[in-house]
C-alpha cells in the first residue's frame, strides 16, 4: 500500500468504506478487522480511521497485503508523534510522558477551525475528538464524571479542543459526525436530526 504523506484532500472513489476507532498500535486488530472487511463487505478498498492509530506504514502493509484493501486514511489522535497534523490535546498529559506517548503540539488551532469553517460542505465529519456538546447521552455523563478523575489542569487544557470541534460541527452541519477517543462505542442524535457516532477501541464492540 505505501505511506501517502499528508494530505488536505483526499479522494476515494469506493462507494462504501469501513470507519475503524482507536486501534492503539494493534497490528494484530488491524489484520482482523481488514480481513472481515473483505469478507463482509468487499466493495470497500479504503479505511478511515479515527485516530490513536500508532502504527508505522513499513509494519502495516505487510498485514494488508492479502486483502482488497489498498487505502488507509488516519484522522490523527491525541497519541500519534506526528507534529501539527494530530487535531487533539490529549485529557491526560499528567499520566503520560512528553515525547513518548504525549505531544504538546497536538492541540486544534485557530487557523485548523479557520479552513475547516471556510471549506464547502459536508454530509460527514470525522474526528477523534468528541464534540463539546456531543447529543450522545453517555458521553455527556462522561465529561461530567471526568471531573472527578482528571487533574483540573488537564481539563482546562482539553476542553478548548473539544469547544472547537463543537464549534466545526455547528458551523457545518453534517448529517453525521463520526469519532474515536472516548473509547465508549454509543450513538446520539440531535434535535435537528444530525446523528453522533462514538466508536469504541480496540476489543471492543463497534471499534469499526
Same mark, same amino acid.
Given at each position: 500500500?505505501?505511506?501517502?504523506?499528508?494530505?488536505?484532500?483526499?479522494?476515494?472513489?469506493?462507494?462504501?468504506?469501513?470507519?475503524?476507532?482507536?486501534?492503539?498500535?494493534?497490528?494484530?486488530?488491524?489484520?482482523?478487522?481488514?480481513?472481515?472487511?473483505?469478507?463482509?463487505?468487499?466493495?470497500?478498498?479504503?479505511?478511515? %480511521?479515527?485516530?490513536?492509530?500508532?502504527?508505522?506504514?513499513?509494519?502495516?502493509?505487510?498485514?494488508?497485503?492479502?486483502? @482488497?484493501?489498498? @487505502?488507509?486514511?488516519?484522522?490523527?489522535?491525541?497519541?500519534?508523534?506526528?507534529?501539527? =497534523?494530530?487535531?487533539?490535546?490529549?485529557?491526560?498529559?499528567?499520566?503520560?510522558?512528553?515525547?513518548?506517548?504525549?505531544?504538546?503540539?497536538?492541540?486544534?488551532?485557530?487557523? %485548523? *477551525?479557520?479552513?475547516?469553517?471556510?471549506?464547502?460542505?459536508?454530509?460527514?465529519?470525522?474526528? /477523534?475528538?468528541? &464534540?463539546?456538546?456531543?447529543?450522545?447521552?453517555?458521553?455527556?455523563?462522561?465529561?461530567?464524571?471526568?471531573?472527578?478523575?482528571?487533574?483540573? /489542569?488537564? =481539563?482546562?487544557?482539553?476542553? &478548548?479542543?473539544?469547544?472547537?470541534?463543537?464549534? *466545526?460541527?455547528?458551523?457545518?452541519? &453534517?448529517?453525521?459526525?463520526?469519532?474515536?477517543?472516548?473509547?465508549? &462505542?454509543?450513538?446520539?442524535?440531535?434535535?435537528?436530526?444530525?446523528?453522533?457516532?462514538?466508536?469504541? *477501541?480496540?476489543? @471492543?464492540?463497534?471499534?469499526?
Amino acid at each position: 500500500m505505501g505511506a501517502s504523506g499528508n494530505s488536505h484532500a483526499v479522494i476515494a472513489a469506493d462507494d462504501r468504506v469501513a470507519v475503524c476507532g482507536d486501534w492503539r498500535g494493534d497490528t494484530s486488530w488491524l489484520s482482523r478487522v481488514a480481513t472481515a472487511i473483505d469478507v463482509l463487505t468487499p466493495d470497500a478498498k479504503t479505511i478511515l %480511521q479515527l485516530g490513536d492509530w500508532w502504527m508505522a506504514p513499513v509494519r502495516t502493509d505487510a498485514f494488508l497485503a492479502n486483502t @482488497r484493501i489498498s @487505502r488507509v486514511y488516519v484522522t490523527l489522535g491525541n497519541h500519534e508523534p506526528w507534529g501539527q =497534523l494530530a487535531p487533539l490535546l490529549a485529557d491526560d498529559p499528567a499520566w503520560r510522558d512528553e515525547g513518548r506517548d504525549w505531544w504538546p503540539d497536538v492541540a486544534i488551532s485557530d487557523a %485548523q *477551525v479557520l479552513d475547516a469553517t471556510s471549506a464547502g460542505r459536508a454530509d460527514v465529519m470525522l474526528t /477523534h475528538e468528541v &464534540p463539546a456538546s456531543t447529543p450522545v447521552d453517555t458521553l455527556r455523563t462522561a465529561l461530567q464524571a471526568s471531573r472527578y478523575l482528571w487533574p483540573q /489542569h488537564d =481539563l482546562d487544557e482539553s476542553a &478548548p479542543s473539544r469547544a472547537r470541534v463543537d464549534h *466545526v460541527w455547528n458551523s457545518k452541519r &453534517p448529517h453525521f459526525l463520526l469519532h474515536g477517543h472516548m473509547h465508549a &462505542p454509543c450513538l446520539g442524535q440531535h434535535a435537528g436530526g444530525r446523528r453522533v457516532v462514538s466508536l469504541g *477501541v480496540i476489543g @471492543r464492540r463497534r471499534a469499526w
